[in-house]
């Protein structure tokens, strides 16, 4: 096996799984939103392979903008005190939102993106996301569209990073102990 697969215990979510979960995600926001011109916010980085898939499933006119954002605070994400690192190019007043999510795992990163977005009087606010970890979370989020319920393992790739790697994988995996332990490589 190649050095990248070799540090993948197991595979959660296999390619075409996940291809045909999203062609489903992006028909039925086709359907809901026709006529509303939606405007799709990627959360960088982890949901860009996500994203890039879903707006190729939907065959409404719609826009793309994206958001970066980082925890902060005693080197843990749960802390959940949450900087912008790049904000949407465009204000969202009067469109029609959806955030486009790779997991949600304790809901910090959603709940605090929620909480912007909405002061920003968009027409509606809604979320799709790929996976949800719901055993991890902190803070309840609601989910308006979700690809898949997961266990609560250590997954990487289709855009889920460990120390930033593993994102170029094609399908979700279970990361090997082995390689949690040595670290990113
Ligand atoms: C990951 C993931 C979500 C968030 C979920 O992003 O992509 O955005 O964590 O975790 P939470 O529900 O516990 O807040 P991360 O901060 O690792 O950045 P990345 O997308 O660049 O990998
Ligand atoms: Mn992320
Ligand atoms: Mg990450």
């Known amino acids: 096996a190649s050095p990248l697969l070799g540090d993948i215990e197991s595979v959660l979510l296999e390619e075409a799984r996940i291809r045909?979960?999203?062609?489903?995600?992006g028909h039925?926001?086709?359907?809901?939103?026709?006529?509303?011109?939606?405007?799709?916010v990627g959360i960088l980085k982890g949901a860009?392979?996500?994203l890039s898939d879903l707006l190729r499933a939907v065959s409404i006119p719609s826009t793309v903008?994206?958001?970066?954002?980082?925890?902060?605070g005693a080197g843990t994400k749960s802390s959940g005190v949450v900087r912008i690192l790049k904000d949407l190019d465009h204000p969202i007043a009067d469109r029609h939102v959806i955030i486009?999510?790779?997991?949600?795992?304790?809901?910090?990163?959603l709940r605090y993106l929620l909480d912007n977005l909405q002061s920003r009087k968009p027409a509606s606010l809604r979320v799709c996301v790929l996976l949800d970890k719901s055993e991890q979370r902190q803070l309840p989020v609601h989910l308006d569209y979700v690809g898949f319920s997961?266990?609560?393992?250590?997954?990487?790739?289709y855009g889920l990073d460990y120390a930033e790697h593993y994102r170029n994988l094609p399908f979700i995996g279970i990361l090997s102990p082995e390689a949690v332990q040595r670290g990113s490589r």
Request: proline share 4%.
């Open 28 to 40: 039925q926001i086709s359907h809901e939103y026709k006529d509303l011109d939606p405007l799709f």
């Open 20 to 25: 045909q979960r999203v062609q489903e995600l």
């Open 65 to 72: 903008d994206f958001m970066a954002i980082s925890s902060y």
């Open 48 to 50: 860009v392979l996500f």
């Open 100 to 109: 486009v999510e790779d997991i949600v795992d304790t809901g910090l990163t």
């Open 150 to 157: 997961i266990p609560n393992r250590f997954v990487v790739g």
